[in-house]
């Protein structure tokens, strides 16, 4: 196997710090080891629906630049924001009324400020 590049940063990934983001597929940083030196181009948390690990890449996250991993949403704290049912809500990001991402492993991802104006 070739050595891998991080999709972030294009550095070399080593054994304890690489992750694939689940959204794009693609490889980057994310320190497994906090007694080792690492860096973080990402980052991972448990979706508590599926009480599954999350991988996302600092691209997907941030696909702005200026977003923040505060204002991306999953859907049940989506649902939760808008005041709706998750279905509702599905149903309305699947028509086009809500901009969104669905990771690879059928999670609904929101920002933040799509759900303020779509609420309003
Ligand atoms: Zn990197
Ligand atoms: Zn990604």
Redo the contacts with the bound molecule.
């Keep these: 196997m070739p050595e891998a590049a991080c999709?972030v940063c294009s550095e070399p990934l080593t054994p304890t710090c690489e992750a694939v983001?689940d959204?794009?597929?693609?490889q980057?940083h994310l320190n497994q080891r906090s007694d080792l030196p690492g860096k973080d181009c990402?980052q991972v948390w448990i979706n508590e629906d599926h009480l599954a690990l999350e991988f996302?890449?600092e691209?997907?996250l941030n696909p702005s630049a200026e977003g923040h991993l505060d204002d991306i949403l999953d859907g049940t704290e989506a649902a939760a924001l808008v005041g709706i049912g998750i279905e509702q809500l599905v149903a309305a990001a699947e028509a086009g009324g809500i901009k969104h991402r669905k990771t690879g492993s059928g999670v609904y991802l929101f920002e933040r400020r799509e759900l303020v104006a779509f609420s309003r």
């Excluded at 959204?23 to 693609?26: A, D, H, I, L």
């Design positions: 999709s983001c959204s794009c597929g693609k980057y990402g996302a890449c691209t997907c």
